[in-house]
């Protein structure tokens, strides 16, 4: 039985009705997935537009890799490479969500319309970050990322990664509680691949319920990583390159929806917009179909 009590709402954010789709826009040379594509503001500004127009509820825009091994980009270039975007889509009209590790980068893309701060350490990174979302009243993304201070690239050991993403990300929306960010602005996120591996993201993914019982929406961010290279690696074991997992991306897309997520992260949209709408859909016809039952019932009487 999927849960979808956990889907909620997000205090500063549009309603969506069903599972939103948060389009990708790395302006970064080096990104995992899709690094260099878009590292030029008109390009990822129209890039932006476009994941709008193939059914993108809002756009995530990052300037710093957090691909293993990248090393941190400095906080002007980080800045140069943002905010001109965020500022260009924010002005379209788009719903756009920043995605950094530092407060300076968060506020100031507050300030040129971004509306959600997305940052995959959980509040860690920047001490400075948790107080700046909170000042700003905006919502604030919750990523689990245990190898963060340890350099980030360490490889995460679990005895059981599910109750112990759970406690841990518990911890830190304890944490970003007591810094000033309202329950109400809290979206929770397991971080795949973020120091796991691929039986860990899968285990995660097979327990979306669990995170849903921290009760607080959930994002998931799948699209295009290694567990999905494992899951659909050949007879020879060789992963298909990162742009080959966007069918991948939409079916997880499909199973987070249908689980009650809140939202997918994706850099292909279009497959997972259609998604999140079946998945949508086939709510509906259950929902539909116990009121039918139950007047059936009804009238059987
Ligand atoms: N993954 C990446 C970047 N940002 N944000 C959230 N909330 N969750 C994630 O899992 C996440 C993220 C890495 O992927 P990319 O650099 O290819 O976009």
Redesign the pocket.
């Given at each position: 039985m999927s849960n979808h009590s956990g889907r909620g709402s997000v205090t500063g954010l549009p309603a969506w009705d069903r599972c939103a789709v948060m389009g990708?826009v790395?302006v970064t040379p080096d990104?995992?997935?899709?690094g260099g594509r878009w590292f030029d503001t008109t390009a990822a500004v129209k890039h932006g537009l476009d994941l709008v127009a193939q059914g993108a509820d809002l756009v995530?825009v990052?300037g710093e890799?957090?691909?293993p091994g990248a090393t941190r980009v400095d906080e002007d270039e980080e800045l140069r490479r943002v905010i001109p975007v965020v500022r260009g889509l924010a002005s379209e009209g788009v719903v756009v969500s920043v995605?950094t590790m530092r407060a300076s980068v968060a506020e100031r893309s507050l300030a040129a319309g971004a509306v959600l701060v997305?940052d995959?350490s959980g509040g860690l990174a920047d001490p400075r970050m948790i107080p700046a979302v909170a000042d700003a009243g905006a919502p604030f993304?919750v990523?689990h990322w245990r190898g963060f201070l340890q350099g980030g690239n360490v490889e995460g050991v679990y005895e059981d990664v599910v109750r112990e993403v759970v406690d841990e990300l518990h911890a830190r929306v304890d944490a970003v509680l007591a810094g000033g960010i309202t329950a109400d602005r809290i979206v929770v996120?397991p971080?795949?691949?973020?120091s796991k591996n691929a039986e860990h993201d899968l285990a995660l993914l097979a327990h979306l319920d669990r995170l849903l019982a921290l009760g607080r929406p959930l994002?998931v961010?799948a699209?295009?990583?290694r567990f999905l290279g494992r899951v659909l690696a050949g007879p020879d074991g060789a992963p298909p390159p990162a742009r080959e997992r966007d069918a991948a991306t939409s079916a997880v897309s499909a199973l987070a929806a249908h689980a009650g997520a809140w939202a997918v992260?994706v850099?292909e949209v279009r497959a997972s917009a259609d998604a999140v709408r079946v998945a949508h859909a086939v709510e509906q016809a259950r929902a539909t179909g116990h009121a039918l039952g139950a007047r059936g019932a009804e009238e059987a009487r």
């Open positions: 990708v790395n990104s995992f997935s899709d995530d990052g890799s957090t691909r995605d997305n995959v993304v990523m996120d971080g795949l691949g973020f994002l961010a699209s295009r990583k992260r850099h």
